[in-house]
């Protein structure tokens, strides 16, 4: 018998077993996520629900909450009349404090600023780890709520942003890590099932085989084989079986992230979820009207999302909405794309905030100067959680 089809027969034995296991104890945590044995000593977590809408690839002011030239009509003529809005939302002018994707993501998931570099120090890189715990660790921590019930909704274009699912702080971590859904999860997910289905010829099973290896490699922080539980194999089983193996029928940008969004809050059932929208970003292109039109593709895709939370008995009611852009961007007329974000100006640091749902206040704008890290601290008090670690005060007038 040849190496090669030694090699095939113990990859499919150990992919069976592990997709055949993956609800099952891992050696360190449990399906759940759990570290063994606490989930008893905690009590279910009743609500309120709460989705973050991260308004990124960064976005001004101007297009967006200024009535005379806004491209998000649903979002400031519609949702915002519900809730509260904070139009004079700043991040902090502080040394290493930087306005970009990565970096504001971890801003409102942990309530705290920090001066991050790129694990591999790679030049533009975006693989952070925060020192502090985000929300989904704090509320996994406090109730009993599974991983699969806590998810970050990513863009394709930011596997970076993958893995800000769980902190390095010692008394967190990966035991209260969220899950994930992205098309990165997705591809991993299939090239497992295609490696243990037959059909595959030597040279494309080596192919998808590396493709693999390679992707997986990326989540350097979780070991534990079938790493997605079964709840989350469920959704991409589901998934395949409605756009196929090829790519090029499901939505793609932000527009798969809405459709991912819909499809979770009805099969998923999770209690906290946060979006990254990013189609913005795509001005880097040269062409202005990536940036307006990505501001209009995310207005849709809010204006999906309360309909869905509206017409689902299980959230409505019972639902906050938290929308705050990831960062600004600067106002350069004199550069041949004149919406940049990595020059650290005043613009770059002005965004917004709107919190809308049950016990917050309908129809307010505020106007004085807050902080983007008050969202951690906010949702905590939303969700009735202790976040020790956050660092930015309780944004009150946020509470009916």
């Known amino acids: 018998m040849s190496e090669n089809k030694l090699d095939r027969r113990r990859f499919l034995t150990r992919a069976a077993a ?27 977590y009743a609500g309120p629900n709460v989705i973050i809408v991260r308004f990124g690839g960064g976005v001004r002011r101007r297009e967006t909450i200024d009535p005379q030239h806004t491209y998000s009509p649903f979002f400031l003529h519609d949702l915002a009349k519900r809730g509260t809005l904070y139009t004079n939302m700043v991040i902090s002018q502080l040394e290493g404090v930087e306005t970009s994707h990565g970096q504001g993501t971890l801003y409102i998931l942990t309530g705290k600023y920090d001066r991050f570099k790129d694990v591999d120090g790679k030049f533009l890189g975006e693989r952070f780890e925060s020192k502090v715990p985000t929300l989904f660790e704090y509320l996994r921590k406090q109730y009993n709520v599974p991983e699969h019930q806590t ?23 990966a035991s209260y890590r969220s899950n994930v859904l992205s098309l990165y999860r997705y591809k991993v997910y299939l090239l497992r099932r295609q490696l243990v289905e037959s059909g595959l ?14 992707l997986e490699a990326l989540d350097y922080r979780v070991k534990e084989p079938g790493a997605q539980s079964r709840a989350i194999t469920g959704f991409w089983e589901r998934w395949r079986s409605f756009y196929g193996d090829s790519g090029f029928v499901n939505p793609r940008g932000d527009r798969l992230l809405t459709e991912l969004t819909v499809r979770a809050l009805k099969e998923l059932r999770p209690k906290l979820l946060m979006v990254n929208y990013n189609d913005p970003d795509y001005v880097h292109w040269g062409n202005p009207s990536h940036y307006t039109r990505g501001i209009s593709i995310i207005d849709q895709g809010l204006q999906r999302l309360v309909a869905a939370v509206e017409n689902d008995d299980y959230y409505r009611g019972n639902t906050v909405f938290v929308i705050v852009p990831d960062c600004g961007r600067d106002a350069n007329r004199a550069l041949a794309v004149p919406y940049q974000h990595h020059f650290n100006t005043r613009s770059a640091h002005e965004i917004f905030a709107l919190f809308v749902g049950p016990g917050i206040a309908r129809g307010q704008v505020i106007d004085r100067e807050v902080n983007q890290i008050s969202i951690a601290s906010t949702v905590g008090q939303v969700m009735e959680l202790k976040t020790q670690h956050t660092e930015g005060p309780v944004l009150e007038e946020v509470f009916a």
């Open 151 to 173: 998810l970050i909704v990513n863009g394709e274009d930011r596997t970076d942003e993958e893995f800000y699912s769980f902190s390095n702080h010692h008394l967190f971590g």
């Open 18 to 44: 592990s997709l055949g296991t993956i609800a099952v104890m891992s050696p360190t945590f449990s399906a759940r996520g759990d570290a063994p044995g606490e989930s008893l000593a905690r009590g279910d």
């Open 201 to 214: 010829s030597e040279k494309e099973y080596k192919r998808k085989s590396v493709e693999l290896v390679n």
